[in-house]
Nanobody, 130 residues
Framework: QVPLVESGGGSVQSGGSLRLSCVASGYTLGTCSMGWFRQPPGKERQGVATIGRDGSTNYADAVRGRFTISQDNAKKTLYLQMNSLKPEDTAMYYC????????????????????????WGQGTKVTVSS
């Protein structure tokens, strides 16, 4: 069973919008944090937005004000609403999670660092044309 499955990627013109979804499976104790990351062609993976168990959020400067991360705990789904898309947003987008351990207290989470997230989805491609 794949723990994280993304969907919603596609091709849009500059200024358009997309909403990415990530369904999480098998997290019986939930997660301490989840996030969206992206990897542009030929570049390293970079943090886009994260959300903590308490709902705390953080965004990369490049997307703040345009992207919104949210989660529906009942549906075990993470979302990324992307508005005012730019060609530089073109990338493979990945969902990531840090699983909550037994008895672990998950405080606010603001990390956008790739090593902080052990679990990863397969990615969904976003292409923005000018």
């Amino acid at each position: 069973q794949v723990p994280l499955v993304e969907s919603g990627g596609g091709s849009v013109q500059s200024g358009g919008s997309l909403r990415l979804s990530c369904v999480a499976s098998g997290y019986t104790l939930g997660t301490c944090s989840m996030g969206w990351f992206r990897q542009p062609p030929g570049k390293e993976r970079q943090g886009v937005a994260t959300i903590g168990r308490d709902g705390s959020t953080n965004y990369a400067d490049a997307v703040r004000g345009r992207f919104t991360i949210s989660q529906d705990n009942a549906k075990k789904t993470l979302y990324l609403q992307m508005n005012s898309l730019k060609p530089e947003d073109t990338a493979m987008y990945y969902c990531a999670a840090r699983r909550r351990k037994p008895l672990e207290y998950c405080g606010s989470s603001f990390s956008l660092r790739v090593p902080e997230f052990p679990d990863w989805g397969q990615g969904t491609k976003v292409t923005v044309s000018s």
